[in-house]
């Protein structure tokens, strides 16, 4: 007999997640060892460093206390742990907060951070379920239809969020509102087959009633969730409307509401302003992994790579300077990614400090390659090309490449092109008709002789090379170009056959006679 499967939610909740997107925004901000920090001026930036060293410490697992302040500054909106045990509390004034605790850290808020991480939690949980719902800021809530070990699911989700600094908790139940309230209670994952005991203890203000609402609950004596549901239902909805019952119903674990469910948008961008302009490389790096870091595990997250990197760098003067690096290989890899950004950025030279940097991935799908049984592929293009852009950057782009034949009659003139990202060594094999014959061995450069002749053909050639009488010639081939141009050039060659039975191949320009090769 088929045995019927409850259907689960998931609700991944942050709790304070505009004081940690704060937090996050503080860390990204390079400090001296040496200057103050530019929040508190009592506080000394050396005792932050080795923390902001590791960005993935979170606000509520941090060691020193944080408070986030209102848009005017003058009040605490949010605090960390830490800062309520010193006694801040939320609402109190700013003076009274430092007063409490002199090392208090107080932040404002980050907007458009606050904005790149709800894309990114969003792009992290659709991982886990296609049903999703954008609930609040920092909450998200999943319908687990059809899929089996969701706690699995929700732990790998808990440990990407952590991994760029979010400290996340998840509940899982059959009700989306009793996994919410499960959510904020869990450590870090909680799941409750049952509704009729959790929400029983739970305050009054966990389901976030309007101050109307939560007076007259309160002037009744109700302070729980238990207690709201032993008043009669139909009376509260008497009494209360609509509102009452919808709490009524929450409170009870009944909540009906449809899930409006979203899908994550497909941008993946990262951007900060700075504080304080940079002048030095070393703290862009800093930003600029952690970065990486955050898009790679988000495009991973959509089982895809990422192909493309726009790298924009906004200066102290309002210009900006904009460079867009392809992958050779596209790649998820963070160190590969971070050498070919690093690579770009140290030959870079700006008019005026950065003030700010932006980074756009584009991603791709992962391409399957078909590779030859008796010749090999690049084990690593990434690194392959790479190392071509250093070399070119020695010795000169066209000094570094592929020899390519220039379309002209003038003997040994090539060019040397850089490969592109879809090379491959067969792409360089010549398809054309097979030539029999002996081969001709270029010098280069050609040799310098001095060559003997008769009625117009050479009999004797002198050469560090070579030396000795001439048996046989044939020639000569006369060859010219660019006539209408100052690069005007000229040449006779004679293949020739010494006395030994050696064959070689004479050049005379304008400059003289050469030995310019040497058949096979």
């Not at 503080?26 to 060892?33: A, D, V």
């Not at 790649?331 to 140290?346: H, K, M, P």
């Not at 003997?411 to 360089?428: V, Y």
Request: hydrophobic share 40%; aromatic share 8%; with cysteine.
């Amino acid at each position: 007999m088929h045995k019927h499967r409850i259907r689960l939610f998931a609700v991944s909740y942050i709790p304070s997640y505009r004081l940690q997107c704060a937090w996050q925004n503080y860390l990204f901000q390079p400090r001296s060892l040496d200057n103050a920090s530019s929040v508190q001026p009592s506080f000394a930036a050396k005792e932050l460093f080795p923390i902001a060293v590791n960005s993935s410490v979170d606000a509520l697992s941090c060691n020193l206390p944080i408070a986030l302040l209102d848009p005017d500054g003058a009040h605490v909106t949010e605090v960390n742990p830490v800062a309520e045990a010193a006694g801040v509390q939320t609402g109190i004034t700013t003076n009274l907060a430092t007063a409490r605790a002199p090392h208090l850290i107080l932040l404002a808020r980050a907007p458009a951070l606050e904005a790149q991480l709800e894309n990114t939690f969003l792009q992290l949980s659709y991982r886990c379920s296609p049903y999703i719902e954008n609930s609040a800021p920092g909450t998200c809530t999943l319908d687990f239809r059809g899929i089996r070990n969701p706690e699995t699911q929700l732990r790998e989700l808990l440990g990407q969020l952590r991994a760029i600094g979010l400290k996340t908790q998840a509940g899982l139940a059959p009700n989306p509102e009793i996994a919410l309230q499960a959510a904020k209670i869990a450590d870090p994952i909680l799941e409750v087959t049952s509704n009729s005991t959790l929400l029983q203890s739970l305050p009054l203000e966990s389901l976030s009633p309007s101050p109307y609402l939560l007076d007259i609950f309160h002037s009744w004596g109700v302070r729980t969730l238990g207690a709201v549901t032993r008043l009669p239902r139909a009376e509260i909805g008497q009494r209360l409307g609509l509102e009452g019952l919808s709490l009524w119903d929450r409170a009870a674990g009944r909540s009906t509401n449809a899930l409006r469910y979203v899908q994550p948008p497909e941008t993946f961008e990262e951007a900060i302003d700075f504080e304080h302009p940079l002048e030095t490389l070393e703290p862009l790096l800093f930003v600029l992994r952690r970065f990486l870091e955050r898009l790679s595990l988000r495009i991973e997250a959509v089982y895809k790579l990422i192909a493309e990197l726009s790298l924009t760098l906004s200066l102290d003067g309002g210009e900006n300077v904009v460079r867009t690096l392809q992958i050779p290989a596209p790649s998820c890899d963070v160190e590969t990614l971070f050498r070919i950004t690093a690579q770009y950025l140290e030959t870079v030279q700006t008019s005026a400090p950065v003030a700010g940097l932006r980074l756009e991935a584009s991603p791709s799908n992962p391409t399957n390659n078909q590779f030859d049984l008796f010749q090999g592929g690049l084990k690593d293009p990434n690194q392959f090309f790479q190392t071509l852009a250093r070399l070119a950057a020695l010795v000169g782009n066209d000094r570094v490449g592929i020899p390519e034949k220039i379309n002209t009659h003038q003997p040994d003139r090539i060019r040397l092109r850089i490969p592109g990202f879809n090379w491959s060594r067969a792409a360089t094999q010549g398809s054309g008709n097979l030539k029999i014959g002996p081969a001709l061995r270029r010098y280069r450069p050609g040799i310098l002789a001095k060559v003997e002749l008769y009625r117009g053909k050479p009999i004797m050639i002198q050469s560090d090379l070579v030396a000795g009488k001439v048996r046989e010639t044939s020639g000569p081939w006369k060859l010219s170009g660019n006539w209408w141009d100052p690069s005007h050039w000229e040449v006779e060659e004679w293949d020739i056959q010494l006395d030994n039975g050696h064959l070689f191949r004479l050049a005379q320009s304008v400059d003289g006679w050469e030995v310019v090769g040497v058949y096979d």
